[in-house]
């Protein structure tokens, strides 16, 4: 290289270095009387910065290591300190829906410190061995970090250099998904209220996930159980619940087998008492049934009839709706006709209670599962009126069950007001319960009843299967009387003299 270039490179070295070491000066943009000298130089460093944006894209050559430790110097001074926002300690998480964003004041010089660290990014020297020291595990956070704030402006930016940096940089992508599956594992568990960022991550994720070859990794398919399907179960999932929806979409393109996994946590997670997010998570199972193979569907079509028998019976409204708009999906529609053996003893009774008990205030529901039990009847007859009387038969023995539980009552009751003092004593919890163990053929026992078409899920049904306290009541358990029992052996005792009194003057009933 000849003199002269080395003189200008040394010279353009030069001027970087020291334009660097103003633009790592802060102002304090929350004051509100600032004096003029302090203005001049709030305007002379955005002008700084603007010209070191345009030398790094253009004269990136005679950037080294001393440039490179400056450029993340400025960085780490404007962006990466921290800012505190006017949200007290105490109170509740910041909701985009709700809540205005507390705007940075000092916005116009964090956007030309991104635009700097982007148009670095941009250069081959940022994944150069120079740049690997600064592009740390300190770094990486920091960047993420910047997701955790408010303004939608800084977070769009972020989603950039992240972006950037994972495409420019092989070397630290491994990094990267580490500190985002942390991330992750926080928002979920830690229920203090979400990053509010975590929209914009999984939007940086959906990058990253269409780059993935095919077939996936094993540590692609872990990040995907561990940290992106966790996501379903955290409380602020409304906020992300599309881009969450895109990134489960996107694996799912990717490998197929996934599907079966995709609705087993959304059955694993699924909420009681949050109607959005039942309502949610109707809209995710339908769009993972439109891409799953029959195969990964026997693998879970028990708990999904189950689940969508349980949203068409539901109280609410739009759970109930949205329920039953899967059986417009054609998709849905031709897996419960395939799988009717399965499918109609589950969903038949439900759509029929639906139709028969007016569960909703709204007429649509009702028009909609008629309309729809209509359908199915038509599509398989048999199975139909076969799923129709094993209903009817269930009914039927529920109502016996209710019957004589009633009557048990009733003689309870009854004992009670008879001989409370006794009655009491016997009929206790404890001795019921404790009388179980040894109970002869001739105990009386009786079942708490359940409702004869409400078909739970298989966690909800495993509570039914397993083995419960019979409520029974042994014989000598019954109410009794002293005075009674001495009566009936003395009278029992007269009964036999009369029997040998009068054998004695019959001598034929004496000889046989």
């Known amino acids: 290289m000849a003199t002269s270039d080395l003189a200008r490179r040394a010279e353009r070295q030069e001027w970087f270095l020291e334009r660097l070491e103003l633009c790592k000066v802060v102002f304090d943009f929350t004051r509100e009387n600032v004096e003029d000298a302090e203005m001049s130089a709030r305007n002379a460093k955005f002008a700084t910065l603007s010209s070191l944006v345009v030398a790094v894209r253009t ?23 921290d800012r505190l926002t006017p949200r007290p300690p105490g109170a509740p998480a910041f909701d ?45 956070n920091d960047i993420l970090r910047l997701f955790y704030y408010e303004d939608p402006r800084e977070r769009n930016l972020a989603k950039l250099v992240v972006h950037r940096l994972y495409a420019s940089v092989v070397g630290v992508r491994r990094r990267i998904r580490s500190a985002i599956e942390h991330i992750f594992n926080w928002a979920t568990y830690d229920d203090t209220g979400a990053c509010i960022g975590i929209a914009d991550i999984l939007d940086v994720l959906a990058g990253i996930i269409h780059g993935y070859s095919v077939p996936l990794k094993e540590e692609h398919c872990a990040f995907f159980k561990n940290a992106l399907l966790p996501l379903y179960s955290a409380s602020a999932f409304a906020q992300y619940a599309e881009e969450l929806k895109y990134c489960v979409l996107k694996f799912l393109a990717k490998d197929d ?23 949610l998570f109707l809209y995710h199972l339908e769009e993972v049934l439109t891409l799953i193979t029959p195969e990964q569907f026997n693998l879970c079509k028990l708990g999904v009839f189950r689940k969508v028998a349980e949203c068409i019976k539901c109280r609410h409204f739009q759970v109930a709706e949205r329920a039953l708009h899967l059986f417009a999906d054609g998709r849905f529609y031709t897996i419960v006709a395939s799988e009717a053996a399965e499918a109609y003893p589950i969903l038949v009774p439900a759509l029929n209670k639906c139709i028969q008990q007016k569960l ?65 004593s016997a009929l206790t919890a404890p001795a019921i319960m404790s009388s179980r163990m040894d109970s002869a053929d001739d105990d009386v026992f009786f079942y708490p009843t359940e409702d004869e078409d409400d078909d739970v899920s298989h966690l909800e049904h495993s509570r039914f299967t397993k083995k419960k306290p019979l409520l029974i009541r042994r014989k000598s358990l019954l109410p009794h009387d002293s005075d009674i029992q001495e009566k009936i052996a003395s009278f029992a005792k007269d009964k036999s003299l009369d029997r040998y009194s009068a054998s004695e003057h019959n001598p034929m009933d004496s000889s046989e």
């Open 59 to 81: 004269d990136y050559a005679v950037i080294d290591e001393r440039v490179i430790k400056g450029i993340f110097e400025v960085v780490a001074a404007n962006a990466f300190r």
């Open 96 to 140: 985009p829906e709700e809540d205005d964003p507390h705007l940075m004041p000092d916005w116009e010089h964090l956007q030309k410190c991104y635009e700097l660290l982007l148009s670095f990014f941009e250069t081959p020297i940022a994944s150069s061995k120079l740049a690997m020291p600064h592009l740390n595990d300190r770094f990486i």
């Open 360 to 424: 909703h205030w709204n007429s649509l529901i009702t028009d909609i599962a008629n309309h729809f039990c209509d359908k199915l009847k038509e599509a398989n007859t048999e199975q139909y009126h076969r799923a129709i009387s094993t209903q009817k038969r269930k009914r039927e023995h529920n109502n016996e069950t209710h019957e004589r539980e009633a009557k048990w009552q009733k003689l309870e009751a009854l004992a009670l007001r008879n001989k409370p003092d006794i009655a009491s």
């Open 257 to 279: 087998n996934l599907a079966s996994v995709i609705i087993k946590r959304l059955l694993r997670y699924w909420s009681k008492v949050n109607s959005t997010k039942q309502v």
